[in-house]
C-alpha cells in the first residue's frame, strides 16, 4: 500500500517554509487570518495595512510552489462604517503586482450562514476563494470535480425534437451556440466556480473552522493523488484531513501551539494512519516522526470533549461558526 505523508509545523510559516526547498508543492490551499477578526484568539490585522501584511509570506510561498502549481486563498472582506472595505481586492492587486496570476474568483456559499436582520444589507452568506498561479500553465483536474448530470438531464433530454434537436448559434454571432443533442448519454458535468457546503457547526476547538469540503474541491481539482498540499495558516488542520482522505502529502504550519493539538487530534480521530507517516517539527525545529495513537478517540463526541478543545471551549462559545 503506498503511504503518504503529513508534516505539521508548530511556528511561524515564514520561518518553517524556510527548511522547504524551492518548487516543492503543487499546491497551497489556505485561510490566513482575517483583518481586524479574532483578535482574542490570534493576530487582528488592521484591513489598511493588510495587503502590506500579506505581502510578507508572498515570497516565500512563490519560492516553494511549483512551476504549474496553484495558491488557492479563501478570504472574507469586512464593513466599516457601513460600507465594505476593500482589503481583500487590495491584497489580490498587490499580489498580482507582485507576479500573480488571479486566474478566477470561486465563491464558497453557506448554505447555513447565520440568518438575522440587518438595516442595509442581506445576510452575508459567501467567501471569496481566489485562485492564483505563478503561469499561464498550471496542472487542472477538471474530470476530478465532475458531478452528476442530474433529473435535468432527464426531463429535457427525453425525446429532443423539433426546435430542441438543432443546434443555436449565438445571437450575437459570437461564434458561440448550443446543441442539446451532445448532452444525451452523459452521465455527468463540469460544476461552476461557486462552491455550496454548510459552515462547520461543531467546535473543532478552533475559531474559524471551514469545512473540509471546502479544500477537498481544490485539491480534487488543482492535483493528483501522491502530490504535496501546504497550508500555512493551518488552523485546526482541515486541509491535512482533506489531503489524507484524498491520500495527498500534507504541510499543516500553525503557530498557536493549543491549535497544533487541535490539529493532532483532529487527525488521530481520521484514522488515515495505516496509509499515513506523521512527523511533528516544533521550535527547536528538528523534524520527528510521530506516532499518533489510534484508540485516543472513538467517536465524535470523543473529539468535542477532547482536551485541546476544554481549553479552546472556556475562552469561545461551544458552537463556532466561521470567520
Ligand atoms: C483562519 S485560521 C485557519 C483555520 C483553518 N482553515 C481551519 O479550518 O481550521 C488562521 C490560522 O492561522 C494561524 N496563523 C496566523 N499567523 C500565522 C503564521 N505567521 N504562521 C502560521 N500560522 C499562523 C492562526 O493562529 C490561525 O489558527
Known sequence: MSQFRTEIHFGDCINVLQKFPNEHFNLIVTSPPYADARKKHYDGIEPDKYAQFFLKFHAE???????????????????????????????????SNNGWRCVDDYLWIKPNAMPGYWSTRLRDEWEYCFHLTKNQKFAMYQDAVRRPMGEWAEKRLNGLNGKSAERHNSENDSGFGRDLRNWVGKETVLPGNTINIGLVGKNMGHPAVFPTGLPEFFIKLFTKEGDYILDPFAGSGSTGIAAERLNRNVVLIEKKNSYVSVIKDRLCKLRAISRVRYFYSDLTENVTEWTPSETLFDSEEDIINSPSNQLQSKKTPRVVLKK
Open 61 to 95: 510561498f512563490w519560492r516553494v510552489l511549483k512551476k504549474d502549481g496553484s495558491f488557492v486563498l479563501n478570504i472574507k472582506d469586512k464593513v466599516i462604517n457601513g460600507v465594505r472595505h476593500r482589503y481583500v481586492w487590495e491584497t489580490i492587486n498587490a499580489l
